[in-house]
């Protein structure tokens, strides 16, 4: 728990860091849209853009990007910071236990192991079974 604190604290901030980067892109976005080209004179008729339009396509200042980029950056480390912690995998524990029937699951014994839902379906088509049933027959019929 003494580590969820801080990692608390990071998200809060990260969170606040990222809306103040978005609300800043969306304010540049808006300014960028109202603002309009100079006019132009007769002679310099190359520039596409007519006279009172209004701009479009700038990209975003450096400072909004990195300020985005660090705040996304913090929110991630708040957030794997915040898990729990990881639990060791030991595949024995699993492999064993397949075709014993036994799978051994947060420190509980499963019967039935990992496919025993399988061998426990009603109408369940048992080749094995059915493969002794036949030899069985075939030796019987000489």
């Known amino acids: 728990m003494a580590r969820s604190l801080p990692s608390k604290l990071l998200i809060a901030f990260s969170s606040l860091l990222l809306a103040h980067a978005c609300y800043s892109a969306h304010e ?25 339009t209004p701009t479009t396509g700038s990209s975003l200042p450096l400072d909004i990007t990195l300020e985005t980029l660090i705040s996304v950056s913090l929110l991630l480390v708040g957030i794997i910071s915040s898990g729990w912690e990881l639990k060791p995998i030991s595949l024995r524990n699993y492999a064993g236990g397949v075709e014993s029937g036994r799978v051994l699951v947060d420190g509980q014994v499963k019967r039935g192991g990992l496919f025993g839902g399988l061998e426990e379906r ?21």
């Open 28 to 52: 540049h976005s808006l300014l960028s849209t109202t603002a309009t080209t100079p006019p132009t004179t007769p002679s310099s008729s190359s520039s596409p853009s007519t006279p009172g």
């Open 122 to 142: 009603p109408g369940f088509l048992d080749v094995r079974k059915q493969r002794k049933e036949f030899t069985e027959w075939m030796k019987v019929q000489g």
